[in-house]
């Protein structure tokens, strides 16, 4: 018992870790080490408050005063710790330590006292550092190789710098490992023009050393961030290279400059007589030039333009696009302006990539005033199609709907109004009617040139395509042109547009066709299965059609599909159309009570008027409703010889249903009359 209490009171007496004067060796168990304990006290204290211990601690020679610990969140040396805090009179007594490791960086990333207080701006702090004869000038951190330079220069330090630029083995060009940023560069780039200064009156700067990550220069990132007085300072040098790319997409400080819209920096390149202004972008063929015309910088276009060596017609390797492209596209008038004044310019350059010009650009977007001021060059080629699909400037804004554009289109004297694309064969009309631009196609169907039936290389016209869409408008439209074919069919499958319109359930459309005089209200489809109108609404259930067709005097309500012969009735009954098959049924009704009523008046001496005839249907149509010869109360043998003769020649065919013996003498003898026999008609 005796024994453990001198051991404890010897421990005492030589200065455990936790008494005043602990200054023995690193602390066993859990007990904090010296090194933690002062890297405590340091960042505890208050400026001009220096604990005793702190003092203590310092002055005795046990002390680890290179050990690093981890302390809210900051993994410090004391050194570094006092530096966090800036307490002067603390790096003093530390460096003033022979055993002081005064380049010991942290083993998070690598911060060295020297980086850190380059990094706090610690003036005074970095003279002490400078001072001690060990200090490594150029050590860099681990994460991404900022030296203590770097680090000035990109925190704005002028004083910082400047002392570290007087010493004799400061490397002045070192580079972030991860990006390759030099202190020149982050100056140039945050427009530190003190720093930039001392930096280039150093003999040994590398004014054009670039980043690794993109090969951007100092005077990239200054023209980029529109630092003039960099630039200015920069191009002073007589080894700046003011040409150089970036590596990663070749861009130059010109193109930079011009992207960004800095005049003032644009003027002071293109003021060194060997600047390249046509210099592209590696990436893409961008020049100064594309630019400032993309993105509306009317000042620089003008300035680059003033250039004698300016190729107004460069285009980007990407796609071929011209600067007047771009403007077109963007719709930068007076951009335009000013290429279109250039008499070296080709206004009818397209792009590689589809063979869209200037115009074509323009006229789909709607640029109105763009448009007109190309269409006023004599030598605009108002037909040009694009290369991909033969879109004209006309199709695409019949297209897209741009109604100016496609006047003022259509008031030039060269215009090709019936010009198709390649692709499908889609005509301006067509395209208008297709989409619903009903302004548009008046506007089209107006000219007298206008092919109104022209059909696209499957034959759908623009009233076929107007009708199975629903363009009510625009079928009223057409319709009214004279020379409009209402039944045109598509070549594919024989559709008319009254067929297309009824199987998609257009009534109203519907409707306009069956009043067209022209129209074909039996016209059936001819490669498919021969349906017609009536056959395509009855199948689908469209009462209101089957019934704007059944009052059409023509309608043939027994016509029966080529495929399977089925009816209209049929058809409805099969898909359980109600009401259709009782509208089809009493319009067969009523035609047969009209057919109860014999007619036959003989109008000449060898011609009958057949109307409204059977009580029963014959084998063969002597007339569109079934004539039963015999049943006619005026025939004689000059009348027998006539029907029978126009039985022959229309139906070719001998076999009709008569009772009279006489008759069928009579058709007997009339086939074999003579073909020179002229032919009597029965109207």
């Known amino acids: 018992m005796g024994k453990k209490n001198r051991r404890r009171k010897n421990r005492r007496r030589r200065g455990g870790a936790g008494g005043p004067g602990g200054a023995g060796g690193e602390s066993k168990g859990n007990e904090p080490s010296h090194a933690k304990s002062l890297v405590e006290l340091i960042l505890a204290s208050d400026i001009g408050n220096i604990s005793e211990r702190v003092y203590s601690l310092l002055a005795n020679p046990h002390t680890d005063v290179n050990k690093t610990c981890a302390l809210k969140s900051l993994n410090a040396t004391p ?11 603390i790096v003093e007594q530390l460096l003033a330590r022979p055993d002081i490791d005064v380049n010991k960086a942290t083993t998070d990333d690598g911060t060295t006292a020297l980086i850190k207080a380059s990094q706090k ?10 001072a001690h004869p060990d200090i490594d000038v150029n050590k860099a951190t681990t994460d991404d190789g900022t030296t203590a330079l770097i680090m000035a220069s990109k925190e704005f330090h002028t004083e910082i710098a400047g002392q570290l630029l007087a010493r004799p083995d400061i490397d002045v060009n070192k580079a972030n490992t991860d990006d ?31 980043t690794t990550n993109d090969g951007s220069t100092a005077l990239i990132w200054a023209s980029r961030n529109g630092h003039t007085e960099i630039v200015g300072r920069l191009l002073a040098r007589p080894d700046i290279d003011f040409n150089k790319g970036r590596t990663s997409d070749g861009c130059t400080a010109l193109i930079m400059a011009s992207q960004k819209g800095h005049t003032e920096i644009v003027g002071r390149l293109l003021a060194r007589p060997d600047i390249d202004v046509n210099k592209a972008m590696t990436e893409d063929g961008s020049t100064a030039l594309f630019m400032a015309s993309w993105n509306g910088h009317i000042e620089i276009v003008g300035q680059l333009l003033a250039r004698p060596d300016i190729d107004v017609n460069k285009a980007m390797t990407i796609d071929g696009s011209t600067a007047l492209i771009l403007a077109s596209q963007k719709g930068h008038t007076e951009i335009a302006d000013r290429l279109l004044a250039r008499p070296d310019l080709d206004v009818n350059k397209a792009t590689t990539s589809d063979g869209t010009t200037a115009l074509i650009e323009a006229s789909q977007i709607g640029h ?60 301006a009309l067509f395209m208008a009617s297709w989409n619903g631009h009903a302004e548009i196609v008046g506007r089209l169907q107006a000219r007298p040139d206008i092919d109104v039936n022209k059909a696209t290389y499957d034959g759908i016209t623009a009233l076929f395509m107007a009708s199975e869409n629903g363009q009510t408008e625009i079928v009223g439209r057409l319709l009214v042109h004279p020379d409009i074919d209402v039944n045109k069919a598509r070549t594919s499958d024989g559709s008319t547009a009254l067929i297309g319109a009824s199987y998609c359930g257009r009534a109203e459309i519907v409707g306009r066709l069956v009043a067209h005089p022209d129209i074909d209200v039996n016209k059936a489809r001819t490669t498919i299965d021969g349906s017609t109108a009536l056959i ?93 010869v015999n049943d006619c109360k005026h025939m004689n043998e000059e009348t027998y010889k006539a029907v029978a003769r126009m039985l022959f020649k229309r139906n070719k065919m001998l076999s009709c249903a008569v009772e009279d013996l006489g008759v069928a003498d009579a058709l007997r003898q009339s086939a074999n009359t003579s073909a020179a026999e002229e032919e009597e008609d029965i109207d």
């Not at 050194?79 to 009179?89: F, P, S």
Request: hydrophobic residues 40%; aromatic residues 4%.
């Open 79 to 89: 050194l570094a710790a006092a530096i966090w805090n800036g307490r002067t009179e």
């Open 121 to 130: 701006g610690h003036t005074e702090i970095v003279s002490q550092l400078l």
């Open 180 to 210: 390759g940023c030099t202190a020149l560069i982050w100056a140039s780039r945050r427009s530190v023009v003190e720093i930039v200064d001392r930096l280039l009156a150093r003999p040994d700067i590398d004014v054009n050393k670039a």
């Open 368 to 427: 109105t005033e763009i448009a007109d001021r190309l269409l006023a060059r004599p030598d605009i080629d108002v037909n040009k199609a694009m290369t991909s699909d033969g879109f004209t400037a006309l199709i695409l804004a019949s297209q897209i709907g741009q109604t100016e554009i496609v006047g003022r289109l259509l008031a030039h004297p060269d215009i090709d109004v019936n010009k198709a694309e390649t692709d499908y064969g889609f005509t």
């Open 536 to 628: 395509g609404a009855s199948q689908n259930g469209h009462t209101e059609i089957v019934d704007r067709l059944l009052a059409h005097p023509d309608i043939d309500v027994n016509k029966a599909t080529t495929i399977d012969g089925f009816t209209p009735l049929i058809i409805a009954s099969e898909n359980g159309h109600t009401e259709i098959v009782a509208m089809i049924t009493a319009h067969e009704k009523k035609a047969r009570k009209k057919r109860r009523c014999v007619r036959c008046k003989k109008v000449s001496k060898e011609y009958l008027k057949v109307c409204e005839l059977c009580r029963r249907p014959c084998c063969c149509d002597a007339c569109h409703i079934g004539h039963l």
